[in-house]
T-cell receptor, first 113, second 115 residues
């Protein structure tokens, strides 16, 4: 089955800096890769996703890149703000017909003013 | 904006008791899921449900667990005889279309504490 690794486990940046979180996946059949933000005491909230037919997607300060050959994908947050502080999870779907999302272990991002 | 809702937000129970966690998925969604997150760990898939039957389940989802859509709006997870290790956050999610490539929207979760 699919296995997703995520790094780093914690990331501290200064406000205005960029943050990069990286994930690798094991199943080459995976074709859908969402990123979720989880604030304390809340459920995961989708912030961006990418499908395997594209290599990059951007939404304002957030971008995701996908390298299918290397089986890794990354989240890039530019001009970080204190409200970006949260736990971020990457996930992969294991390919068409698989209905579950397999999550990474999470990255705790702390943005200091 | 439509959202997934869950009740209760926190459930405390004694080991061996039955609990039912409730979810109201987004109204036009067709696929429903339960995930759990043990404190400090990653989110784990439990089960997916479509057209009134389980479509996929994980090894965690053993005979102690069951799911049901008792009416047109609610989706429930029942744990028949809770164990200490069932203590976790339980998240319900739903998606509109094919779950393999469609966005899953998560609810705020129910924190289950088994004493």
């Amino acid at each position: 089955g699919e296995n997703v690794e995520q790094h780093p486990s914690t990331l501290s940046v200064q406000e205005g800096d960029s943050a990069v979180i990286k994930c690798t996946y094991s199943d080459s059949a995976s074709n859908y890769f969402p990123w979720y933000k989880q604030e304390l005491g809340k459920g995961p909230q989708l912030i961006i996703d990418i499908r395997s037919n594209v290599g990059e997607k951007k939404d304002q300060r957030i971008a995701v890149t996908l390298n299918k050959t290397a089986k890794h994908f990354s989240l890039h947050i530019t001009e970080t703000q204190p409200e970006d502080s949260a736990v971020y999870f990457c996930a992969a779907n294991g390919g068409t017909g698989f209905q579950k999302l397999v999550f990474g272990t999470g990255t705790r991002l702390l943005v200091s003013p | 904006e439509p959202e997934v809702t869950q009740t209760p937000s926190h459930q405390v129970t004694q080991m061996g008791q039955e609990v039912i966690l409730r979810c109201v998925p987004i109204s036009n969604h067709l696929y429903f899921y339960w995930y759990r997150q043990i404190l400090g760990q990653k989110v784990e898939f439990l089960v997916s449900f479509y057209n009134n039957e389980i479509s996929e389940k994980s090894e965690i989802f053993d005979d102690q667990f069951s799911v049901e859509r008792p009416d047109g709006s609610n989706f429930t997870l029942k744990i028949r005889s809770t164990k200490l290790e069932d203590s976790a956050m339980y998240f319900c999610a739903s998606s509109e279309l094919l779950p393999s490539t469609d966005t899953q929207y998560f609810g705020p979760g129910t924190r289950l504490t088994v004493l």
